[in-house]
């Protein structure tokens, strides 16, 4: 059974951190592509940082500058670490997890954490 498990959930600051993680487990976690994903009130799920199996990170625009994703294939963990937070950052973040095999794409999601930044 894959699980994936966020922790991390505050309020903050505008100009705040946290950091977030997650612990994946029943997946060959070296071998996915790992993210996150946010859902703001009223808005749809949009991705905020992926990082692949190569250890190369990708952002949404804005957050360039602010959050930093990483790895531990030794942890099976994942975590988004998050500065200079401003409310608009204020959602539910959801962990995820993705590789393609067999030429079909294989993906988990976490049940999210809330982050909620105040001005």
């Known amino acids: 059974q894959v699980q994936l498990v966020e922790t991390g959930e505050g309020l903050v600051q505008a100009g705040g951190s946290l950091r977030l993680s997650c612990a994946a487990s029943g997946i060959t976690f070296s071998t996915y592509t790992m993210g996150w994903y946010r859902q703001a009130p009223g808005k749809e799920r949009e991705m905020v940082a992926t990082?692949?199996?190569?250890?190369?990170?990708i952002y949404v625009d804005s957050v360039k500058g602010r959050f930093t994703i990483s790895r531990d294939n030794a942890k099976n963990t994942v975590d988004l670490q998050m500065d200079s937070l401003k409310p608009e950052d204020t959602g539910i973040y959801f962990c995820?997890?993705?590789?393609?095999?067999?030429?079909?794409?294989?993906?988990?999601w976490g049940q999210g954490t809330q982050v909620t930044v105040s001005s």
């Open positions: 990082i692949t199996s190569t250890f190369t990170p």
């Open positions: 995820y997890a993705k590789k393609i095999f067999l030429a079909r794409p294989r993906e988990y």
